[in-house]
């Protein structure tokens, strides 16, 4: 039989850093599960989007109390601003939290990375739209990027051009 300190260890789930994090995540499960469902619900009701996609704290799993729900739809045409920002609203009010509602079709290319890289998609329609959708998102970026890098070049050549000329 083990002393009762060793026997403490087994059980107590925050003695176990492996097991607190589990017993932790099991508290989170259920609460996330629910709203999830509710969002799911509404924004097909309203928006009758193609995809629904959740990121940010939420889809990483490292939620506060504090955290606002991150949330991007995927329509067959860009929504509305008004429209999105109702639903935002009325999300908030149905689930008691701040709700960051974005239209993906009308978003910065810097954000669409964002949701496609660290995502849960909540519902999809069609598989095949989503990934055309990313993949021109990926394409929108890659564009961005290699601009940039042509005006940041011909910038740092005036810069170092006006640097060296300056006596």
């Known amino acids: 039989m083990l002393p009762k300190i060793l ?13 607190r994090v589990k017993f ?7 609460m996330v599960s629910f709203n999830l469902q509710s969002i799911k619900e509404y924004l097909i009701t309203r928006l009758q989007p193609e995809v629904i996609y959740l990121f940010g704290s939420y889809a990483s799993g490292s939620i506060k109390p ?8 995927l329509g067959e045409s860009i929504y509305s ?13 149905i689930l008691n939290r701040d709700v960051h509602l974005i239209d ?7 954000l669409k990375i964002q949701i496609i890289s660290k995502h849960k998609i909540l519902f999809c329609k069609n598989h095949e739209n989503r990934l055309f959708y990313e993949m ?14 042509i005006v940041l070049k011909s910038k740092l050549k005036d810069f170092q051009w006006k640097l060296f000329s300056i006596k």
């Open 66 to 73: 504090e955290s606002d729900i991150d949330l991007a739809v």
């Open 24 to 30: 932790i995540n099991m508290k989170k499960e259920p």
């Open 7 to 19: 026997n403490h260890e087994r059980t107590n789930p925050f003695c176990n850093r492996e097991k």
């Open 104 to 110: 993906f079709q009308n978003t910065l290319p810097s």
């Open 81 to 93: 601003k008004k429209n999105i920002f109702e639903s935002a609203l009325d999300l908030g009010v």
């Open 136 to 149: 021109n998102a990926l394409k929108e970026y890659q564009k961005l990027n290699e601009e940039r890098e």
